[in-house]
Each structure stands twice: as structure tokens, then as C-alpha cells.
């Protein structure tokens, strides 16, 4: 549905992308469209840590030595990205621990 061709005959790499994902991952019961439960499922997978992954993109994003760990340093160059953050409840946890 994001997707009119438009007269293009080629379709984008992002629309094949999805087509494939849609076929391999999303329709579980291969009916061609996605009941509630696969809507659920692909929204909100069980199998996924939302928590652990924003962690792991805050340390990826920041952490400029590549050494595992977050200095003061590297937390307050990447301000913005720990104030937006749902792991750091959008910056409150910044202000409640001495730490940061």
C-alpha cells in the first residue's frame, strides 16, 4: 500500500525487501494477508528485548573507542541521543543518578 508504480516498471529494492519479508516471516499461514495475531506477532514480537536492544544502539552509537564501556565523556557528547532515549526514560534517569 506505501508503494504506487506509477508507470515504473522496476520496483525499489526497500518494496522487494518487504515482499520477501512479508512472504518468509510475516504471513504465518500463508493466506496472502496478516490476521491480528501475525499483526501482533510482527509489532511486537515475543523473541525481542526492546530494552536490550536500545541499550546495545545507545553503547554502539557512543561509545567512540570502541572499548565496551561508556565514559561521562562519551554520554555527554551523545547528549541528545541519551535524552531521547526510552531506555534513559527520556533523560530522567540522567538526572536521578549521581553517576551521569
Not at 565496551?68 to 554520554?75: A, H, M, N, W
Not at 531506555?87 to 540522567?94: P, R, S, V, Y
Amino acid at each position: 500500500d506505501m508503494y504506487s508504480h506509477d508507470g515504473d516498471t522496476d520496483e525499489p529494492e526497500w518494496v522487494k525487501t518487504e515482499r520477501e519479508q512479508f512472504v518468509e516471516f510475516r504471513d504465518k499461514n500463508r493466506d496472502g494477508r496478516m490476521d491480528k495475531e501475525e499483526t501482533k506477532d510482527w509489532i511486537l514480537p515475543s523473541d525481542y528485548d526492546h530494552a536490550e536492544a536500545e541499550a546495545r544502539h545507545l553503547v554502539y552509537e557512543s561509545d567512540q573507542n570502541k572499548d565496551g564501556k561508556l565514559t561521562k565523556e562519551e554520554i555527554v557528547e551523545k547528549y541528545d541521543l541519551f535524552v531521547g532515549s526510552q531506555a534513559t526514560d527520556f533523560g530522567e534517569a540522567l538526572v536521578r543518578h549521581d553517576e551521569f
